[in-house]
């Protein structure tokens, strides 16, 4: 990570830069060095007050956390770690069904959640969490269980690189399959534009915490989703069904955006209520900034 006066001056990236960086791994650093300040002060994770173990020391550790006692006695440096440093498991659960392909901007939603995902990999693996990777429509498609090695990261971000939207969105069943096989309690980060019904996405939700994991939903959208700008008369097209509708915007404009707003407090109210964290995403704003938000937010809950 960057010292703090370069952090500082970061400046935040357009997304059509963003979409010009086709390597994950340079998009992920990149948009983590935009990251708020001090990563131990992440509610992710921190150094406890329950001593683990010791592990060698490597560049980029803190020297505070080294142990200058065990040094004087073997000559070679040791940070001590904690409990939760060692035990915890991210896995990044990520929507790939056909609706992911909107995009009225650079960014379709997918590649927005591509590019939180990697970044999301990068900024555990940096922290030496293990983190694992989910891919679902209808079911589970592709399954990277949580690891800490830098050869698992990267295998993570090929999965990412090379993803393309296809399938219906039914999440239902992948989350419940999702849960019953974690072994451990840990973090469970879904991204999704969640087109689904909420019972059943709040169901999953339910189960993961029922078995005791932390859960942060992130809801991405788009800014016409948002909005709806469209003044002329339009054809809309469902990406996974391939329905077409034909109207005149003006006459749905209102009743889109109540049926829309609706929507999103029913994911807010439920999520308040299973003490899941929720976050709505819009595509149009620069992820390390969605990122630094959200992370300070839950950092003055936590």
Known sequence: MPEQQEAATFKYLDFDTLSRISNMQLLAKTVVE????????SPYRGFSVEFAEYRSYVAGDEIRHLDWKLYGKTDRYYIKQFEEETNLKCSVVLDKSGSMSYGSGPLTKLQYSCYLAASLAYFMMMQRDATGLVLFDTEIRTLLPPRSRTAHLHLMLAELENLTPGGSTAPGKPLHDLAEGIKSRGLIVLISDLFAEPDEVLSGLQHFKFLGNDVILFHIVDKAELEFPF?????????????????????????????????YSVYRQGCADLKVDYKLFDTSTPLELALSEYLYQRSRRY
């Open 231 to 263: 003044q002329q008369i339009t054809e809309f097209i469902d990406p996974e069904t391939q329905e077409r509708i034909l109207t005149a915007p003006q006459h749905v404009r209102q009743s889109y955006l109540q049926e829309m707003e609706d929507f």
């Open 34 to 41: 935009g990251f708020i300040l001090g990563l131990h002060r």
